[in-house]
């Protein structure tokens, strides 16, 4: 990995959330202090570059000299942080890794032109790989993730060494669900919960709906700022591309585009992306590997973080 370019001025969305962090840091909550100076404490390692005329946030940590980097790609109006834990574990095994958010996506700019399509991320991904002189790397990316992986992947396969996809696979469809579903959750998550002020709503919300695993009031908390950190234009376009008949057909052609090694990784009690559907990915393409991990939900990185560490460095270790 080439050494970085030289950051561009940090976002208003960063400043703002940094502001926070310090205010929290100084509060009598000591809990609420304790959170705040572990995020200042990542935030050290934030960065920002402009890509295709939008200011990017991406984070990088672990060992320069590493052999191996990984590319980390969040989900579906989430952010970088939804990866804090993997990061870590990755860190410690000496993977360099990259997150980054998305443009209209936590602490990146949003898109004045309000253009929040697979494609226009996957050219940001593009644009990110020139900037930071990343020759060949390894992806992981959670649910939405990757569709913008397979959607770079197919174009740069001599860029990609292997892929590694949580949460992730064929949903069924229909000319029904296309039209009613975009409505449905779009309101769901962009008008109701995006105005919530406070959290244990959400928490509920996740631990009935999306977790099968306690996921702490901390991760919670960083599920939750992803929504408000999300430009809500970016969440009602990207709902109606999952749920177009189109995409839905497009993703098999998409696989099996894709010449990196694929790990399809699935939580076998999650209710959202199913594990039978993710294996049905894995089958219909014959492409790749599939694991189950039992009694895990839909939030793998923040309710199992060192079973997903693992896996990831199993298939950096498959390939390499």
Not at 65 to 84: F, N, P, Q, R, S
Request: charged share 20%.
């Amino acid at each position: 990995m080439a050494p970085l370019p030289p950051s561009a001025p940090q976002t208003e969305k960063f400043i703002a959330y940094c502001d926070r962090l310090r205010r929290d840091v100084a509060s009598d909550d000591r809990d609420a202090a304790r959170r705040a100076a572990y995020e200042l404490e990542l935030a050290a390692g934030s960065r920002f570059i402009e890509v295709n005329g939008i200011v990017h946030h991406y984070h990088v940590s672990g060992p320069e000299d590493a052999k191996e980097t990984i590319v980390l790609i969040h989900g579906w109006d989430c952010w970088w942080m939804w990866w804090h834990h993997v990061v870590h574990s990755l860190n410690k095994a000496g993977v360099r890794t990259i997150a980054y958010d998305m443009r209209g996506h936590g602490w990146s700019a949003n898109d004045p032109s309000n253009h929040y399509h697979i494609n226009s991320f996957a050219h940001d991904l593009d644009g990110l790989q020139h900037a930071l002189g990343i020759e060949r790397f390894h992806v992981a990316a959670f649910s939405f993730g990757a569709l913008v992986a397979l959607d770079y992947a197919r174009n740069h396969s001599d860029r990609v060494r292997s892929m590694t996809f949580f949460n992730f696979g064929y949903l069924p469809n229909s000319e029904f669900i296309a039209s009613f579903a975009p409505g449905t959750i779009n309101f769901v998550f962009n008008i109701m919960l995006r105005k919530l002020t406070w959290w244990f709503p959400a928490y509920v919300f996740a631990r009935l709906v999306l977790a099968r695993n306690t996921v702490t009031q901390h991760d919670i908390l960083i599920g939750f700022q992803s929504l408000g950190l999300c430009a809500s234009e970016a969440i009602e376009q990207t709902t109606g591309q999952i749920t177009a008949q189109e995409t839905t057909d497009s993703v098999p052609d998409m696989v099996m585009a894709v010449s990196a090694p694929i790990l399809f990784v699935a939580g076998e009690g999650d209710g959202i992306m199913t594990a039978e559907n993710t294996r049905k990915l894995q089958e219909m393409t014959g492409k790749g590997r599939y694991v189950g991990v039992p009694e895990c939900g839909h939030l793998i990185t923040l309710e199992l973080p060192d079973t997903a560490s693992e896996l990831i460095l199993e298939q950096i270790r498959f390939v390499g």
